[in-house]
């Protein structure tokens, strides 16, 4: 039990240092806003953890970014042009759905149904030549009286 109360006052300390009051806005409507981009941002140096919750030094400098662009009166949108223009898509924890983004999602899915396709072509192709072969094998009427005559002489 004490165990756990550690942990949590240790995870408590440390979301509040992503949250440094002495960084915050005065305008509790505008570090709300702030805080609501934060969470759709991505720590470039954690890469799986919004700049919200990242204690890496890129991260309080994205967030002082973001706080000085929600100050200068910047909408949401363009701070996240902004950011998108100068990081790329990675940036964004949810980045907008793009004929890009698109292709790299389906891709995986067309080529294992282009490989499946594939191979139904080349398993047809073996079972018809296996199918030829067989009469390949078969002797012709004057192979097989070639062969009647080598057997009588034995």
């Known amino acids: ?11 408590a300390c ?9 960084e915050r806005l005065a305008d509790p409507a505008q570090e709300a806003r702030a805080r609501a981009l934060f969470r759709e941002t991505r720590c470039l140096v ?3 953890e919004s700049i919200d919750d990242s204690e890496a030094a ?21 701070i996240r042009a902004f950011l998108v223009d100068r990081y790329g898509e990675f940036v964004l924890l949810k980045p907008p759905f793009t004929l890009g983004n698109a292709l790299l999602w ?18 047809r192709r073996r ?5 030829s072969d067989q ?4 002797l ?7 062969l009647q005559v080598l057997l009588k002489d034995e």
């Open 1 to 11: 039990m004490k165990r756990l109360l550690l942990v949590l006052a240790v995870m």
């Open 14 to 22: 440390m979301a509040g240092a992503a949250a440094d009051p002495a």
């Open 46 to 48: 954690c890469q799986n």
């Open 58 to 78: 890129l991260a309080g400098d994205l967030r002082s970014i973001i706080r000085d662009q929600v100050k200068q009166g910047r909408t949401d949108g363009e």
């Open 106 to 123: 389906a891709a995986p899915g067309v080529v294992l149904i282009l490989g499946a396709g594939l191979m139904v072509l080349l398993l």
């Open 127 to 131: 079972k018809s030549a296996s199918g």
């Open 135 to 138: 009469d390949a094998d078969e």
């Open 140 to 146: 012709s009427e004057a192979e097989e009286s070639r």
